[in-house]
């Protein structure tokens, strides 16, 4: 597609349920990255792939986040046992590659319940 | 991450006038950036700043990449209704696989 690609756009959850955000990268981008921005707040770093290397899980707060990206190109975060206060904005960028322009998606808005 | 620092947290201004806000970290950067958020939307680049002490312009914004590479200050001239919106600045650095390290944002209210 034309840009990076998010969905759902909105999430609404109960607490204690698992949910996964999908990610679809600029077409030819080898790197992905995952941001989390809750209210007021910056963008804090999650996570990032760069082609097939070994992803960088140094900003994922607990063991209930993951992410994995198949083929080299979409991407899903997953929250296991959601908390209230996993209640953010989940965005996603693409680059060409390491060190290049990133490029956001919209967003996934998760509200935990 | 590194949490940079970002001011002002917001301003309210009227159409014409001039902006400025800055971002200072404790750790350098090799890489300064701007983005602007419009509400629902993600945050798109408005200017990439790669050299200590380079001063770059994109249309009535102008940004510097400090000497120190520890801040970096976005002007905006002659602010008008569509500059509306989040400014955050980001530093970047190689040894963190090039993850952004954001500031809070300053919100921008231009009023006609």
């Known amino acids: 597609g034309a840009g990076v690609s998010q969905s759902p756009s909105n999430k609404v959850t109960e607490k204690g349920k698992d949910v996964e955000l999908r990610c679809d990268p600029i077409?030819?981008?080898?790197?992905l990255y995952w941001y989390r921005q809750s209210l007021g707040q910056g963008l804090e770093f999650l996570i990032y792939?760069?082609?097939?290397?070994?992803?960088?899980k140094s900003g994922l707060p607990s063991d209930r986040f993951s992410a994995e990206r198949t083929g080299g190109s979409v991407s899903t975060l997953t929250i296991q046992r959601t908390q209230q206060e996993d209640s953010a904005v989940y965005l996603c960028?693409?680059?060409?590659?390491?060190?290049?322009?990133?490029?956001f998606g919209a967003g996934t808005r998760l509200s935990v319940l | 991450g590194q949490q940079l620092n970002q001011s002002p947290q917001s301003m309210f201004i009227q159409e014409g006038e001039d902006v400025s806000m800055n971002c200072t970290s404790s750790?350098?950067?090799?890489?300064w950036l701007w983005y602007k958020q419009d509400p629902g939307e993600g945050p798109v680049l408005l200017i990439a700043?790669?050299?200590?002490?380079e001063l770059t312009s994109n249309g009535r914004l102008t940004a510097q990449f400090g000497i120190t590479r520890k801040d970096s200050f976005l002007n905006i001239s002659a602010s008008i209704p569509s500059d509306v919106g989040i400014y955050f600045c980001?530093?970047?650095?190689?040894?963190?696989?090039?993850?952004?390290?954001f500031g809070k944002g300053t919100s921008l209210l231009v009023t006609p």
């Open positions: 980001a530093g970047q650095n190689s040894n963190s696989g090039y993850a952004l390290n």
């Open positions: 077409s030819g981008h080898t790197a």
């Open positions: 960028a693409s680059s060409l590659g390491v060190g290049a322009i990133q490029y």
């Open positions: 700043l790669y050299k200590a002490g």
């Open positions: 792939f760069q082609g097939n290397s070994a992803p960088d």
């Open positions: 750790s350098i950067f090799n890489t």
